[in-house]
């Protein structure tokens, strides 16, 4: 499988140097880092999209820690339940790589013949990720006009990253499996509760998507309690928290520790054949 050209939609081929093109003569080098950018300049919002070094920094220390692990286990037990024998994977919004390379490491014992596309549009995430994990293909690109033919892959995971429906029927196949990860009802209540005088609940609904049959509805819900102050502060940066909390609230809880709910709402789709 290849790349599309962001441009004008061609495949792009790779030369001996590294450099992917298209026959239209569009050009994108590969980053030493092993990743190539493919959100060309008119195509961004702003200069440098995404989430930022600190945000990427606090989100890779924070979940190195393990506090998220019980999530990324619960997805790719699902992933290998309901596409065992997938070749082709797609990590929507892949961040720095940490659910990326647990999937693609679980996956490898039901199919090794495997492998795993990562694309994020902030550009110091896919930078750190590529690094790490020189084993997956990893590009900078939009969510909503992605850098992949029609019908490409056989399973794709997007936790707590936006999209856009036609290009999730178009880019998976006929059959492919889709998992959501977003925000349940009672996710983080305990922070909001600091900053809101009226904290509302994440909504329910099951996530219903034009083009794909909806399979069903998990619930992953457990405690967090932190008591050291990096722990602590790298949480609130990784969330729009940081923004929202004033800091005689982040100083109360780091002299305090936090403790809050976990609750993850994971759905599984399936592409209509």
């Not at 499988?1 to 441009?7: A, E, L, N, R, V």
């Not at 305990?190 to 794909?212: S, T």
């Amino acid at each position: 499988m290849s790349y599309i050209c962001p441009i004008c939609q061609l495949v792009l081929n790779q030369s001996p140097t590294k450099t992917w093109s298209c026959t239209n003569n569009h050009q994108f080098d590969t980053a030493k880092e092993g990743y190539v950018n493919l959100l060309p300049v008119q195509k961004k919002k702003s200069k440098d999209p995404g989430d930022n070094k600190e945000m990427m920094l606090a989100r890779r220390e924070f979940l190195n820690k393990g506090y998220y692990q019980a999530l990324s286990d619960q997805v790719n037990q699902l992933a290998v339940c309901h596409q065992p024998f997938a070749k082709n994977i797609l990590d929507i919004g892949c961040g720095e790589g940490y659910y990326s390379d647990r999937l693609i490491e679980q996956i490898k014992q039901t199919q090794v013949d495997c492998q795993l596309w990562g694309l994020d549009i902030s550009k110091t995430a896919v930078k750190y990720a590529a690094k790490k994990y020189p084993q997956m293909q990893f590009c900078v690109a939009s969510v909503f006009e992605m850098p992949f033919a029609d019908n490409s892959f056989d399973l794709a995971i997007r936790i707590y990253a936006p999209s856009k429906v036609e290009e999730l029927q178009r880019v998976i196949k006929p059959g492919g499996v889709l998992i959501t990860v977003s925000p349940g009802p009672k996710h983080h209540f305990a922070i909001k509760q600091v900053i809101y005088a009226e904290p509302r609940l994440h909504p329910h609904e099951p996530l219903v998507l034009e083009g794909f049959e909806y399979i069903k509805q998990h619930s992953l819900e457990y405690n967090l309690e932190l008591t050291d102050v990096n722990d602590i502060e790298h949480l609130l940066n990784m969330t729009p928290y940081a923004w929202k909390l004033t800091q005689t609230q982040k100083q109360k809880m780091a002299d305090e520790g936090l403790k809050c709910e976990l609750d993850f709402k994971i759905e599984i789709h399936r592409r209509y054949e």
